[in-house]
Structure formats: C-alpha cells, structure tokens
C-alpha cells in the first residue's frame, strides 16, 4: 500500500479517563437499598435510551443483567418500579431532554414512593459529577458507561446465587496501578465475554443483532465530548468478537452491526501476534501508529463472513460496521468490503465540513481531498455502494464561504444520507477555547439550508433504484400514520426515524399490512404483506422513490441483484 503524507501535525491525545482517580469498591447505595433480593420483589424495570447504536448496545446489556436478577420489563416507564436512562451527551438538546423529563419524574416519584431512577450513559462524566444532582434532581444513582455493568450489583440486586460473573462485576473496574484506577473501561471487554457466557445480553431484535468491538474514541475532535465519556479506545480481544459472532450465527440472527466510535481503528492496541503478521497496514492520514502484526477490520470481516452455513453461504447474511473514519479506512479494509459477500453495500463516512480551514479547526486532521480519494477508491471498489455522512454547521469561525464549500462537497460528492446538524457546544471540549460566533439564527438557516440540497440528492439518489428488484429484509409492522412525540421515552429510536420517511399510501389490502425494511444499500423500503413475513428476506419492485425512502411490492421470485452501477 502507498503511504501517503500526513496531513497535518498530530493532536495530543487527551487525558481523558486515563487522568481519572481511583474507584472506590461499588457499594449498594443506601437510597435503593430497598431492592435487596428478599426485602421486597425484584422491581420491574423501563431502561429510555438516548443516542446512538453503541448506547442501544449497552442497554441490551443492561436490561440483560436486570432480567438475570429476576426483574421483569414494564411495558412502559410510568408504570416501572425502576427506570435507567441511557443518555446521550453528544448535543445540548439531547441532555435538555432528559433535564425536561426531571418534572415528570418527580410527580411517578411522588406517586409511588418506591420507585427509583437510574442515570447512565454518555450524560455522566466523572469530571462533572458534581453537578449531575442539580441537573437532575429526580434521579437516585449515577453511572458512567464503563460503571455500567455493575447496575445490578449496586441497586442491590445480586444475591450469593447470582452468576459469578454479575457477582465479580465490581472488582476487574476498580483496578488501582499506582495509586490511580488502571484503565477505567478496561474490564468492559472481559464483561460483555462474561455477559455472553451467561446469556445476560437481552437482545432486543431477533433479526439484527449488534456487536461491540471497540470502546471509546482516542481521537481528537475539539468539538466532541465522546472523547472525555467513553475514554480511550480499548478493542475486545479478536477472538471473543468472533465467538459472539458464532453465537449470533447460530441464534438464526440475519444481520449483524460491528460497533465502535471508530470501528475502523479496530486492533491497534491490542498486542502483535505472530498469526497476524501478514498485516502491515499504515495509516494513510492522522497520528501514526504501529499497525503491524495486529489484528484489523478487515481481518475481522473476513473472518466473520468466513462463518458459512452447510449451503456455502455466509451463516449472518449481512455485515454491517459504524463509524468509520476517513484517518482508517485502509486500502485492506476496502478489499475486504468488495471481497466478502456478506458485507453489505454501504458505508456511513463522517466528512464534517467540505472547507480544509474548518477541518482543521475541528481537528479532525484530513483534508477534503484525502476523503474524495477514499471515497473514490471505495466507490471504485464496491460499485454503486450506498454512503451517507455527518456534517457540522455552524462550528466556531464557519463563514458564509466556508458554508458554501460543504454545500459545494455535498453537491460533488453525493452522498446517499446526510446527518447534519448545528454546532452545540460542549462542557470540556477543546472547541470551548474558540468563540461560538455563529449566531443561532445563521445557525439554523444553513442547517436548512443544507438538508433542502441534500434532500433533492437523497431524491436523486433514490430514483435509481426505480424499477429494480431488491432484497428488503423487513424488520417490523409499521404503525398507523400518527403524530410522534420525539420527547416520548416510550416511542423508539426506529419510530423517530420512521416519522421522517413518508408513509406507505393507501390501503395495504385484504390481510395484508404496511411494513418495512431494509435494503443490503441501507434504504428503508415500505412494502404491504403478510405479517409473516416479519423477519424475512423478501423480493420488492421499486414504484416509488422519495428523498428518505423507497416503496415497493412484492415480487415472487428474486431475479437480478440489487447492485447499481
Ligand atoms: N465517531 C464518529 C466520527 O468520526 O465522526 C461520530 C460519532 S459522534 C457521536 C456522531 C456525530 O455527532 C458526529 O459525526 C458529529 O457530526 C456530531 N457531533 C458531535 N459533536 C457535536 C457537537 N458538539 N455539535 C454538533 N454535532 C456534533
Ligand atoms: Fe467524536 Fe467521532 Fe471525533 Fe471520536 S472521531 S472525537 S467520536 S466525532
Ligand atoms: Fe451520544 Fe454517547 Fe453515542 S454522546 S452519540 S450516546 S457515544
């Protein structure tokens, strides 16, 4: 592989949880002291999560090892002895909502006393846990992400008999090394394996499953606070990934997601071993690192598609990983996306801005050239892949120009999906040193401004797929047309985004019902049928093509491949 130069000087890596103090050994808080097993019933439990899949992933964990303890789900959170919100950090407006729930807590509080509410997720910081009770008054126990797979024990919940897994949680997260907690996430990886062995992961799909194969972010996005909540990158052992794999292989699951912050830079910490010596990836932008003899993502996806069923076929039909990061998306990972058959034909790629001035400010520490040659090559590679994106507006210093060169890029560039958003600024940040001078009003207007052009892309892009044949392997029933409160715990992340895609029109038919799924590109695609068919993998003509999403019917017989030139 040709190395290229680096872009620009590296960043420090923060210190983030690495600075952090000691742990003190987990105590049962007296407060919830009540849920002892035997003082009272196991409560029935709601977990609300906020954010992104990797916080979806870490709820399934959660609500795994409640459901180990004897607990049962509520139906929904006002009717729940015990609620865990999952929370995500990442914007202002994500905190505001749970800050905005705080009322609505308190009045469940009033009215059943014994009700106790936990706080976990990327909204606890050590730095600022101080202030997490002003925040949120109506909450009992706070948990970092990496504090989380000891819930169960803390709330009380584990009793003698319990796994020695759940039992042992504690110990591994408080490990001291000279004076101050060795790695503050390090034990998550030995957790989610003891987890698995003990059947404590409550999946909450049958048909997709995800899959965490690194923890935390060691890059240096000045605007970012994943950094300073997840710490730095840790990667699960390569083997442990491939036996939850298997396993996911051999439950029947169709899908599978690899997650991490930056699911590219999978392997680098881990220790070089003679079995992976024929790897010697360079990084082609960003800080350098020793790469050779570990393992990487493209390894992994070779091993997992090299999973087969008796037909010869791969056992998980669908590979799919997220994020990626232009710093480490190697010429190895882009042959192992075009060589694998399981992996599916998309890409979620985070360009941030098109103006090489804003990325540098943002330290993001490539140019748009370097990303137009990795998208180039990765288009070239895998023809007709889907790639969707996530821009900043508004960043401190964004002029009107700088503005137009994303818009610009957009334009060059596009991209399937685009996830955009306003520049929110966050406690702790790099980015707070520079002046948030984009007023909000000038915020917005390029906000909108950017998501009309790329909806008439996404439009554009759709109306491909017009007239084709596609695998859609649907995932759920959708619900009658209605108004979707974005602030209700008890509606679900897929049902937000659902509310954006325009409906299926018109009557589904006699036994039939309006459903959708997903295409190997990603596209949503409506469809009507059988409820049956929930789960499957299905044939659909494309008849209909908006900005967010496709419509289509079934078709009895798969003929061509859904892959566009
Ligand atoms: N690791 C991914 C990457 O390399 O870009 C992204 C993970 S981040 C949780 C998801 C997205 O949130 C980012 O791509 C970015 O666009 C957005 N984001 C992060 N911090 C933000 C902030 N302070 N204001 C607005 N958007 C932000
Ligand atoms: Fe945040 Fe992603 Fe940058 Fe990491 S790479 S600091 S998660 S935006
Ligand atoms: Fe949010 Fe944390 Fe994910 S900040 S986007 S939940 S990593």
Redesign the pocket.
């Known amino acids: 592989m040709t190395a290229r130069p680096e872009v620009f000087a590296p960043l420090p890596v923060l210190p983030v949880l690495r600075e952090m103090a000691p742990v003190a050994p987990p105590e049962v808080d007296p407060a919830i002291a009540e849920f002892r097993p035997g003082a009272h019933d196991t409560p029935s439990f709601f977990v609300w999560t906020l954010g ?1 899949q990797m916080n979806q992933s870490d709820s399934e964990e959660m609500a795994g090892q409640l459901l180990a303890v004897g607990c049962e789900r509520a139906p929904a959170m006002d009717v729940a002895d015990l609620i865990v919100i999952n929370t995500c950090a ?2 202002e407006h994500a905190e505001a909502r749970v800050i905005g729930r705080q009322g609505r807590l308190a009045e469940l509080k009033k009215a059943k006393p014994g009700l106790r509410v936990v706080l976990t997720g990327c909204g606890v910081r050590e730095s600022e846990r101080s202030g997490l009770a002003r925040r949120f008054p109506a909450v009992d126990m706070f948990l970092r992400p990496d504090e989380e797979p000891e819930l169960a024990l803390r709330l009380g919940l584990v009793s003698a008999q319990a796994p020695i897994g759940l039992r042992t949680a504690a110990t591994a997260a408080t490990t001291v090394v000279s004076g101050r907690a060795a790695s503050a996430a390090d034990h998550l990886a030995g957790n989610r394996a003891a987890a698995l062995a003990e059947g404590r992961v409550a999946r909450t799909s049958t048909l997709s499953a995800w899959l965490p194969i690194v923890y935390g ?1 060691d ?1 240096t996005c000045t ?4 950094p300073f909540s997840r710490g730095p990158e840790r990667s699960r052992p390569f083997d442990d990934i491939l036996a939850e794999a298997r396993g996911i292989a051999a439950a029947g699951f169709r899908e599978l997601t690899l997650l991490g ?2 699911v590219n830079s999978y392997g680098h910490d881990l220790p070089a071993e003679e079995r992976f010596g024929h790897i010697c990836t360079e990084r082609s932008s960003g800080r350098k690192l020793d790469l050779r003899s570990r393992p990487d993502l493209a390894e992994l996806l070779r091993s997992i598609d090299g999973i087969r069923g008796s037909d010869g076929n791969p056992a998980i039909s669908r590979l799919r990983f997220i ?1 990626s ?1 232009p710093w480490d998306l190697s010429d190895r990972l882009i042959e192992a996306m075009a060589d694998c058959p399981s992996v599916c034909e998309s890409l979620h790629l ?1 360009i ?1 801005s098109g103006d090489d001035e804003m990325l540098r400010r943002m330290g993001r520490q490539y140019t748009v050239e370097h990303y137009r040659e990795r998208l180039a090559r990765i288009r070239a590679a895998v023809p007709g892949i889907a790639v969707s994106t ?1 821009v ?1 507006v508004g960043f401190c210093g964004e002029t009107d120009a700088q503005f137009e060169a994303t818009l610009g890029v957009l334009e060059e560039l596009r991209f399937d999906t685009v996830f955009a ?1 306003a ?2 600024p ?1 406690p702790g940040t790099p980015a707070l040193a520079m002046a948030d001078d984009v007023p909000a009003a000038v915020k917005r207007r390029r906000l909108n401004e950017l998501l009309a052009a790329q909806e008439a892309i996404g439009l554009e892009r759709n109306r491909a797929w017009l007239g084709r044949d596609v695998e859609v392997l649907v995932e759920r029933i959708t619900p009658p047309r209605r108004r979707l409160d974005p602030d209700d715990p008890d509606v679900d992340v897929s049902d937000e985004q659902a509310s954006a895609v325009p409906p299926l029109e018109g009557s589904a038919g006699e036994g039939s019902v309006a459903m959708a799924g997903r295409t190997r590109h990603n596209k949503l695609v409506h469809l009507a049928g059988d409820p049956a068919l929930v789960g499957q993998p299905v044939r659909i003509h494309i008849e209909h093509a908006g900005p967010f999403a496709l419509r289509g019917h079934l078709v009895a017989a798969p003929n061509e491949p859904d892959v566009l030139a």
């Open positions: 992104c990442v914007r972010c890059k605007y970012c606070i994943v912050q930056n994020t990061h985070p941030q996530d900043i958003a520049y929110s966050r």
